[in-house]
């Protein structure tokens, strides 16, 4: 338990039912096992806090008084809040579960909850967001890499990556074979890729690499 605790720390989770009961027993539940959390009556105070972009797990009640925690789902999809969703219902049905499942939930919980259950979903869900959040942190590393590079480097890398050779790349920019190895070095050595297999995945990740040519002629 200790080192599950340990693991769960600095992990927010935010819960958002109407019911009272309900929210004081999923934060003592919680925090029981070291996350951090938040609760709110409605999606209007969630909103309000300063909660929507730390959030490791949202637990969002589907039956809410004014609202309906299914097109509250949608409505964060659709304004890029990614983060990861436990729907909870005390009258869940199928297309209910399927509507939420495809929108992007990662668990659909039917009151009464079992502890564990809970925190299955739950910690299947900060995992989720852990990863996610990896990722981003991977990619802003890689733009900010990319920043450097001068505006013929960035050229290079995109039909490097392409698989042209470095002839075929010196013909397209009107280059010495030469400088293009020279540009070559110098961008593999700033994007820190120790292959050119690290360089395609960082061109796929930026949206740089060239599509329209490879090195045996144009594409399309």
Known sequence: MASSIQENKDALV???????????????????????VLTFASPEDYLASDAVDD?????????LDGADGLDFQRALA????KVPVVLMSGQGDIPMTVRGMKAGAVNFLIKPFTEEGVLAAVGEAVERDRKRRAETSLDDGIRTLYAKLTPRERDVMSLVTAGLMNK????????????VKIHRGNLMRKMNAQSLADLVRMAEALGVRERSVTRYGATG
Do not use: F, H, K, P
């Not at 935010?14 to 951090?36: E, F, K, P, T």
């Not at 959030?55 to 009640?61: E, G, I, K, P």
């Open 78 to 81: 659709e304004n890029a809040v």
């Open 168 to 179: 075929q790349i010196a013909g397209r920019l009107e280059l010495s074979e030469v400088t």
């Open 55 to 63: 959030a490791a797990c949202l637990m969002l009640d589907v039956w």
């Open 14 to 36: 935010c819960v958002i039912d109407d019911d009272a009961d309900v929210r004081s027993a999923m934060d003592s539940l919680l925090r029981s096992v070291g996350y951090d």
